[in-house]
């Protein structure tokens, strides 16, 4: 599984998304809102897409509590798995490089990589910080364009629950 996925509405699940669902209800009111529309885009939006992820997202979601992880993991085994070839992995440590991610915050470069390399419509996350962020996705946009490489379009849950009514 190599080869590039054709881009048939296909959807890259980076590990905050599967957190945010699962994760019992935050008191802030931010987190609280962010948990509140993932759980509203998996719920409702979830099977309009077909759902990848990759090794680096399953390692991630398997950490920490037993319990929390035990469900984050449930809800990633609805997604395919992406292989880790070693294009992906070259990718994945250029783009850390490239983009200034701190060596302790390297998946987020793999989910890059993945989403990438793979040719994911879409790379869903909450991590606004190193993915879901104007600032990366011009740098991404611009090394993709003079690389000639698939370029995904990075954002949030928020970003893509179809709206009740119109404005």
């Not at 190599?2 to 905050?16: A, F, K, N, Q, R």
């Not at 869903?124 to 996705?137: G, Q």
Request: hydrophobic fraction near 40%; charged fraction near 25%.
């Amino acid at each position: 599984m190599g080869d590039p996925i054709e881009p048939l509405s296909s959807v890259y699940l980076e590990t905050s998304v599967v957190s945010y669902a699962t994760a019992r209800l935050s008191r802030d009111p931010l987190i609280r809102g962010h948990q509140e529309l993932t759980r509203r885009w998996w719920d409702g939006s979830r099977h309009s897409y077909h759902l990848f992820t990759s090794p680096a997202t399953v390692s991630e979601a398997g950490e920490g509590d037993p319990e929390e992880a035990r469900k984050r993991l449930e809800y990633l085994a609805e997604a395919d798995t992406l292989e880790a070839v070693p294009r992906v992995l070259a990718l994945a440590a250029e783009l850390k490089t490239f983009l200034h991610i701190p060596e302790k915050k390297g998946p987020d470069a793999a989910h890059l990589a993945f989403a990438v390399h793979y040719h994911m419509v879409y790379l869903l996350t909450w991590n606004c910080a190193h993915l879901a962020n104007e600032m990366v996705r011009r740098a991404l946009a611009d090394l993709c364009r003079e690389r000639e490489l698939w370029m995904p379009i990075i954002c949030t849950p928020e970003e893509m629950i179809r709206p009740e009514k119109e404005c």
